[in-house]
Structures are given as structure tokens and as C-alpha cells.
Nanobody, 123 residues
């Protein structure tokens, strides 16, 4: 069982940066690949980024590639999402999730989810 708690969301202007954090409970954090997803109002939840168990491999949605960076600190049981050059279309609730089998973009592969943190980017 893994419990996930996101933090770091907020209201920023276009072009600003934010860093989201996701703290995981339990001693098995390093056994899970981790991902970030987001859901904008009126839209389905979509994949943003994922990182392998050790942090050596990452995977990004095309819409955030070059602007967002996912990282993890297994000693702190935390995964991060550094978001630079934010755009109004990045506005969404951001969720972190834990995947025991891989770091792909498919939601159903992720077993555990946080409650989400709101990111709002004004133009």
C-alpha cells in the first residue's frame, strides 16, 4: 500500500515556474515507477510524465517535453515535477501516481493515486 500526497500547486502567470512534490508513505517507494497526470476542467485526465524506479529513465508527453522535468529522491520518498515556461493550457489538477510494472502513459497501470493539486496559469 502506498499513500501519495501532492503539494506545490498554485496560481502563477504564463511563463512562470512551479515545482510540484509528491510525498509517498511506506518503505516500498523505490519499488514503484512514478507518474504525473493532469485533468483540466471538462477534459479527461491525461499523462504528463513518468520516471522509472531508479530515476534513470523518464518519459514525457509531447505537450510538456522540454518544459517539464520529472525527478525523484528515493531517500525522501518523493517525486517532483519541475514545470517551467508555464502556459494557460497547463491549467489543471495534477495527480501523482505509482506504477509497480513500468513508467508508461497508461492510467490503468498505476495502482495508487494522490488527491491532486491545482495549478492555475493566468495569461
Amino acid at each position: 500500500q502506498v499513500q501519495l500526497v501532492e503539494s506545490g500547486g498554485g496560481l502563477v502567470q504564463a511563463g512562470d515556474s512551479l515545482r510540484l512534490s509528491c510525498a509517498a508513505s511506506g518503505r516500498t517507494f523505490s519499488s514503484y515507477a512514478m507518474g504525473w497526470f493532469r485533468q483540466a476542467p471538462g477534459k479527461e485526465r491525461e499523462f504528463v510524465a513518468a520516471i522509472s524506479w531508479s530515476g534513470g529513465s523518464t518519459y514525457y508527453a509531447d505537450s510538456v517535453k522540454g518544459r517539464f522535468t520529472i525527478s525523484r529522491d528515493n531517500a525522501k520518498n518523493t517525486v517532483y515535477l519541475q514545470m517551467n515556461s508555464l502556459k494557460p493550457e497547463d491549467t489543471a489538477v495534477y495527480y501523482c501516481a505509482a506504477n509497480p510494472t513500468g513508467w508508461g502513459p497508461t492510467e490503468y497501470e498505476y495502482d495508487y493515486w494522490g488527491q491532486g493539486t491545482q495549478v492555475t496559469v493566468s495569461s
